[in-house]
């Protein structure tokens, strides 16, 4: 009997983690043609919309922002291989412990669960509030949130809305809160 309650928490957490990384992947891309659909200093008028398939960055901007992409796919790739060996490790404690004393093991892959979770959500309303990329930690002392800067860096307002998101995503408090710009 406590096999089959393993394995039926273990598949439910793995759908969640699945679950998770789809919802991440839809909102995130959802986000992203949006803003290439909508952009005000496209419209001329009420009734022409012009498009521009070509867009002539100069050579520095072009690497700025492959430098900056690179950035945050790295720290993602970082973030979840880290993940990726703390479930392994937590799936073999689980494995060779019939009991698991008081639930610790399952309590922290859920919790493992639950911040991934969070990181995606976080990420995807950044994103969402018109920021071009994002990468968000959660870890024992707080959590990290990296900002593609914008054009004039971030200000005040920017890291007011920033600090609203992460809150109402988590539970952490002002003080535990990181934000910081990526050039």
Known sequence: MNIWKRNAIIAAVMVLICGGIYLNWHLESGAKDLTKVVDASKVLGEATLVLNDTIDLPEAEANRETAEASYFAQMR???QTARDQAVNLLREAMAYA?????????????????????????????????????????????ISVAVANPENGLDEADVSLLADIVMA???????????????
């Open 77 to 79: 790739l970082s973030r």
């Open 169 to 183: 995503q988590t539970e952490f408090d002002l003080s535990d809160i990181r934000i910081f710009g990526v050039e």
């Open 98 to 142: 019939e009991v698991d004393e008081g639930g610790e093991n399952t309590a922290k892959l859920e919790a493992i669960v639950s911040e991934a979770l969070a990181e995606s959500r976080i990420e995807s309303l950044v994103i969402a509030k018109g920021y071009r990329d994002c990468v968000a930690y959660i870890n024992d002392e707080g």
